[in-house]
């Protein structure tokens, strides 16, 4: 009874974002989510996925009460650097949470010949 507990979970996936060029690749250098002022027991998780790949990897979870973004540099559950990319997708899930946007940096590297 999702009215009562607001246990569900809320998906937004953005669309395709090649940073103008498909044939250039990209290195992820940061993510920030911006959600409502978070409510105790709620939580915002940002994910990506690159190059057509059919599995998110996730970047971070937010669950610190108050919190309105929350931004990441690294994979935080295990420190590893973000991903390289031609093509990128993000998807932000959000329990008894409000997302109201959210914003990534990237760097060309061009590894073309």
Do not use: C, Q
Request: charged share 25%.
């Amino acid at each position: 009874d999702d009215t009562a507990t607001y246990s569900a979970t809320s998906i937004y996936e953005s669309k395709i974002f090649n940073n103008g060029d498909s044939s250039i690749t990209k290195k992820l250098n940061r993510v920030t989510g911006m959600f409502d002022k978070l409510p105790a027991g709620a939580s915002v998780t940002v994910k990506y996925r690159v190059d057509g790949a059919t599995s998110w990897t996730t970047i971070f979870t937010d669950s610190t009460d108050d919190d309105i973004s929350h931004t990441a540099i690294n994979i935080e559950s295990s420190g590893a650097n973000l991903g390289e990319y031609k093509e990128i997708e993000f998807r932000l899930e959000s329990t008894k949470a409000v997302i109201t946007g959210f914003s990534f940096e990237a760097e060309i590297i061009d590894k073309r010949i």
